[in-house]
């Protein structure tokens, strides 16, 4: 009678067997865990469409914006200003040369948006916003067009005046008011108000360079002056120095390689050379940095 009891207690003890789940875990593969652009997107994307046009139709409907007679060749409003969507650029031509202003900027403008998808080598963000993943780009293209493009609209539309004077918004519009503004390139001026001009050993042009000025004497590239141009390049340069400084630890640099990054920084350095210009304008009445004879900067 021992031995069957003593089997029977091995058989209690026993652990019970641990059968194979029948169905077997499901991992999603690459496409499957993704999101449509169709319809989230879209749906999204679509109702901002209709809130910005119905925020647009009162606005339109409550602003006081006549259609006035035909324009007459013979008389110029004062202030003629450019449609809103333009002001930005309208703006800029106080501070730039036409051509940089009505041309070139406008240009980088579209080739700059039309390279982001060619320079861009963070794979996230892509369908979905995070500003986590994406601080620099998301940073720097608020930037670029809440801070300096849209606020050069809102300054055009409510702050311009006749004459393109600044005026506050509850100021009333005197066309007769006369400012007395004193812009000066940079080798004219005026340093701290102590009536001495800022030349550089006398602002020198290319043609006063001992080895190739003989050699351009009397054509348009022997009057570009070197203290801008010097400028110029050094403030381009910061750009190389960066790289130099950060290639060996950023691993950011190294997937962007040395010609996608060239663009990034040359598109960057040009876009913050707008405030730095407006700033310069402003607080020290400086017109232009370098003076060539194809175009101002």
Not at 209 to 235: D, H, N
Request: glycine share 8%; proline share 9%; net charge positive.
């Amino acid at each position: 009678m021992a031995e069957p009891e003593r089997a029977k207690v091995v058989e209690q003890k026993a652990p019970p067997a641990v059968k194979p789940s029948a169905k077997p875990v499901k991992r999603l593969s690459p496409l499957e865990d993704r999101l449509h652009t169709w319809p989230y997107l879209v749906r999204s994307e679509f109702v901002c469409a209709i809130i910005v046009l119905a925020l647009l139709t009162v606005w339109g409907i409550v602003i006081n914006a006549p259609l006035e007679e035909p324009s007459n060749p013979a008389q110029t409003p004062n202030p003629s200003k450019a449609p809103w969507y333009f002001l930005g650029l309208q703006e800029m031509l106080v501070y730039f040369d036409p051509w940089m202003a009505g041309v070139v900027f406008p240009s980088l403008i579209i080739v700059g948006l039309m390279l982001i998808p060619f320079i861009d080598v963070n794979p996230k963000g892509n369908g979905y916003y995070t500003f986590i993943e994406r601080p620099f780009a998301v940073t720097i293209f608020l930037f670029g067009f809440l801070i300096l493009w849209v606020s050069l609209i809102i300054v055009g539309v409510f702050f311009r005046g006749p004459g393109w004077y600044l005026f506050w918004p509850w100021e009333r519009w005197d066309p007769h008011k006369v400012v007395a503004i004193t812009n000066v390139d940079l080798p004219y001026w005026d340093i701290g108000g102590t009536g001495l001009p800022f030349k550089w050993m006398g602002n020198p042009k290319v043609k006063d360079l001992p080895l190739i000025g003989g050699g351009v004497a009397g054509t348009a590239l022997g009057e570009v002056e070197l203290l801008g141009l010097f400028l110029v390049i050094v403030y381009y340069g910061l750009a190389v120095t960066f790289y130099l400084w950060k290639v060996t630890r950023s691993e950011t640099l190294r997937q962007l390689g040395p010609v996608r990054y060239g663009i990034v920084a040359f598109l960057f350095l040009t876009m913050m050379g707008l405030p730095i210009k407006i700033f310069l304008r402003i607080f020290f009445n400086i017109k232009y940095l370098w003076v060539t004879p194809w175009f101002n900067i």
